[in-house]
């Protein structure tokens, strides 16, 4: 086959395919050029979510008459002319792709006056076509217009969402250049309508505006220097954490990354203060040379490399730690016996590294038939087993001899409760000895494997609620809920749910499964709401199907602090015994510890 030049047209087209994915693809790159020519004020007004109009217009430098061709014109930038500007650079932007990239799978018009100048002038482009300049009325700045984005390109077209979807996707973007730049005024308006406006303001106020009053309240403050790096910002306290990553915003030298590196420092930093399956939010800075850092990865400039990345990962990690092992309100000088009860501390170790006390559970055969329900007993809902106090009482309350017990505790392995350590722990007697379980780990496979059953037969049964919960819900949420809603295929249904649409930023939640209707229903919508959004309904339903069930069973499992009675904690023995894979619990902790006698005898020295 003979090898042809590629038509400038269509280069430009294919490159807009890595930056501008989606109409906020563009608006980040419209909104950086703004911050690079020095704005103070930037006003951005979308249509139809940003594909039928994205409009940006600031009070920064300009453009010059004669600049204007160019600013359209593939590789041309007035950020960088060497390669020494390459390896050092302290722009957002230099490539000199993003706007003729924009203007090549648009309708775009660039009106722009420059600092100092009489006039404003006015360039359009028509995909192709190229107009010639002419005048225009303009203050001082640049406003630029990009209508019908993927006209030309329609296979293009047809990958993009609903009108709410892309909205969403445009207004986290604008948040987060918002975030970067407290000393900078932004307006975001969506269809004639203002939605956010931010003035000039310190950067603590700027976070409280974008992320939340409570987001702020929760938070530490970071500023830590060393060797000339830099990290400062908020970080959330470990008891505010998420469910999932959609709080964490990290800048270097103001730039937005998603970094690896940085990534796992910051989780380190939060390793033995939270618990695996939760996630920090923070709003974090790094700053250092330029030089030290090649911004120059991707299209898009979100990914980065560092010279020393082992340098960065000990700087982040040693900062945020420290940050994050202040005291609150109390001394660090805590001693043994003025410790606080911590249900996630681990075991002690001998020096093998196994636990310090014995403990197993494969001698132990689970099965029994009959279980009972247990997170209905949870729920005030009283089955007539559990009415039966013989039934369910411990065997020292009923057994008329030895030989009753022994009987008992042979169709029972787990044994039967004796007591509650904390809210946390629920304490059996069976024939081995004792048994030790995490309540709220166990629950939580109970009803992880109940979900799995129900979906796997499409019978989720829904409980309606007396009164609907209304709530506040970002554009992504409420999007995903027409999105579901208009593909008729009552995901949200078959997972046991009903949500309706209220207005642009209102849900309401209508029934939950019958399983989970004493669980927080908003926090538990909120969740399922952001798995089927992250990875599409047909998509959650299947190969991430057991990630989403084990969010909506965490829900479900009896909290720890719980004071449980008698019959409810051997109704959970019960049910254990019927679960499959009920000694680990979804995350892979284990559920239950069996101490034989022998090994408590050993512990008292009895028999010595």
Not at 318 to 328: C, D, I, N, R, Y
Not at 501 to 528: E, F
């Amino acid at each position: 086959m003979q090898i042809r030049l590629l038509p400038d047209q269509l280069i430009s087209q294919i490159a807009a395919g890595e930056v501008v994915e989606r109409p906020a693809s563009a608006l980040k790159e419209l909104l950086e050029n703004s911050l690079d020519a020095g704005s103070t004020d930037i006003q951005v007004s979308l249509v139809q979510g940003g594909v039928k109009q994205l409009r940006v217009a600031d009070n920064g430098s300009g453009i010059a008459q004669e600049d204007l061709a160019l600013a359209l014109t593939r590789h041309a930038t007035s950020k960088i002319f060497s390669l020494e500007d390459l390896e050092s650079v302290v722009s957002l932007g230099f490539r000199g792709e993003a706007l003729a990239s924009i203007a090549s799978v648009s309708r775009t018009q660039v009106s722009s006056r420059a600092q100092a100048t009489k006039h404003a002038w006015r360039i359009t482009s028509n995909g192709s076509e190229i107009s010639d300049i002419e005048p225009a009325a303009l203050d001082a700045g640049t406003v630029i217009e990009v209508n019908d984005l993927y006209f030309n390109t329609p296979a293009r077209r047809k990958f993009l969402k609903t009108e709410g979807t892309e909205f969403g996707h445009c207004e986290e973007a604008f948040h987060r250049v918002a975030l970067s730049r407290p000393d900078v005024a932004f307006m975001l308006q969506h269809n004639g309508r203002a939605l956010s406006r931010y003035a000039v303001s310190a950067p603590e106020k700027r976070f409280a505006e974008v992320l939340g009053a409570e987001f702020a309240a929760e938070s530490i403050a970071v500023d830590e220097a060393s060797a000339g790096l830099r990290l400062w910002g908020i970080a959330a306290k470990p008891t505010y954490n998420r469910n999932s990553r959609d709080t964490q915003y990290v800048y270097v030298n103001g730039r937005f990354v998603r970094d690896k590196l940085i990534s796992h420092a910051i989780r380190q930093a939060y390793q033995d203060v939270l618990h695996h399956d939760r996630h920090p939010a923070f709003v974090l800075f790094l700053e250092l040379d330029p030089a030290l850092v090649d911004v120059n990865v991707h299209p898009s400039k979100t990914e980065v490399r560092f010279r020393d990345g082992q340098a960065i990962h000990r700087f982040i990690f040693h900062g945020l730690h420290k940050a994050l092992a202040t005291p609150t309100g109390v001394s660090n000088a805590v001693t043994a016996s003025q410790a606080q009860y911590n249900p996630f501390s681990q075991p002690a170790t001998n020096s093998n590294g196994q636990s310090a006390y014995p403990t197993y559970q494969s001698q132990i055969n689970l099965s029994a038939s009959e279980p009972a329900n247990f997170y209905q007993t949870m729920f005030a809902t009283t089955p007539a087993s559990i009415n039966d106090t013989r039934e369910f009482a411990s065997p020292v309350c009923y057994a008329e001899s030895l030989e009753d017990v022994a009987t008992t505790q042979e169709e029972f392995p787990l044994g039967f409760a004796v007591a509650q350590i904390h809210g946390v722990y629920v304490l059996a007697q069976n024939k081995l000895g004792l048994v030790v379980v995490d309540m709220h780990a166990a629950h939580e496979r109970i009803m992880y494997e109940k979900l799995k059953d129900a979906l796997d037969h499409k019978q989720v049964p829904m409980q309606p609620l007396l009164l609907p919960i209304s709530f506040n819900a970002d554009r992504l949420e409420v999007a995903t809920v027409q999105d579901t809603l208009a593909s008729n295929t009552d995901s949200l249904q078959r997972l046991g749910f009903d949500i309706a649409v209220l207005s642009p930023t209102t849900l309401a939640v209508r029934a939950v499964p019958t399983m989970l209707q004493h669980a927080d229903a908003v926090t538990l919508a909120r969740d399922v709401l952001r798995d089927l959004r992250e990875y599409g309904a047909s998509r959650a339903l299947t190969e991430r199907r057991n990630e989403l069930l084990g969010t909506m069973a965490c829900h479900a499992a009896v909290r720890a602090n719980r004071n449980l009675t008698v019959p409810e904690m051997n109704a959970l023995l019960r049910d254990m015994e019927a679960t499959e894979r009920s000694g680990q619990c979804n995350h892979g902790r284990p559920t239950w510890f069996q101490v034989s006698m022998q090994d408590l005898d050993k512990m008292f020295m009895r028999g010595k």
